[in-house]
């Protein structure tokens, strides 16, 4: 599979976020604090078993590979996708330190990525640019085992009694995505895709956790 030519949009979107995130890898970590619980509970909504094959889409420093390397077990595997060469050099890291001979990293684009081994469990979380590419979302779930499992968090506008803020949630944005914008129902590319879909409200409505299964 090749990526789109330099000028396309998707390739657009993509070398904006690496230079945003090349500025904030190096504190990134230090961020993500308020959103743990967003993160425990979308991996919870994976439903893991030992011996699976999870894909951590947009694995960034890797903070979500141990919690997912603890629930395949060591009879598992974990993969993690990410194009930020800053960010996917903290998540080396972290395997290195750990020792997990079972988790595999790919610097590539989410439009890129090829792997042997099907996979049974998709995370989303916090991959709005990937979520609105129609190209990066047949890459990646076509990669999937029938009826595998998806979960997802993001970021999207408050309910419209709450509308003011909104503008303050886009440049929240602006920071991360290369395509800040699209954030009424920012889940509307991959939710057709998805069987027994569900969806709960995070931070008093600025987010969302969805999660089901692959509708083939």
Not at 71 to 94: F, N, R, Y
Not at 103 to 123: C, G, K, N, R, W
Not at 135 to 159: C, V
């Amino acid at each position: 599979m090749h990526l789109e030519p330099e000028d396309s949009p998707d390739a657009q979107i993509r070398a904006r976020s690496i230079q945003k995130y090349s500025r904030r890898a190096a504190a990134y970590d230090a961020t993500c604090g308020p959103t743990w619980p967003i993160r425990l509970a979308t991996i919870e909504k994976l439903q893991l078993l030992p011996g699976q094959h999870v894909l951590d889409v947009g694995c960034g420093t890797g903070l979500s590979l141990a919690l997912l390397h603890q629930a395949v077990g060591d009879t598992g595997l974990v993969s993690g996708v990410e194009q930020s060469p800053q960010m996917m050099a903290q998540a080396h890291q972290k395997v290195q330190l750990a020792g997990w001979r079972n988790v595999m990293l790919y610097e590539t684009a989410a439009q890129e990525l090829s792997l042997d081994i099907p996979i049974d469990a998709f995370l989303f979380h916090y991959t709005h640019d990937i979520l609105r590419s129609a190209a990066a979302l047949d890459a990646l779930l076509r990669l999937g085992k029938p009826r595998a499992r998806i979960a997802i968090a993001g970021i999207k506008y408050f309910p419209w009694w709450m509308a003011p803020l909104n503008l303050w949630v886009y440049f929240k944005n602006v920071g991360y995505n290369g395509a800040p914008g699209e954030l009424s129902t920012p889940w509307d590319r991959i939710a057709p895709r998805i069987s027994d879909w569900q969806m709960s409200s995070t931070q008093w409505g600025m987010g969302y956790i969805a999660w089901g299964r692959l509708a083939r």
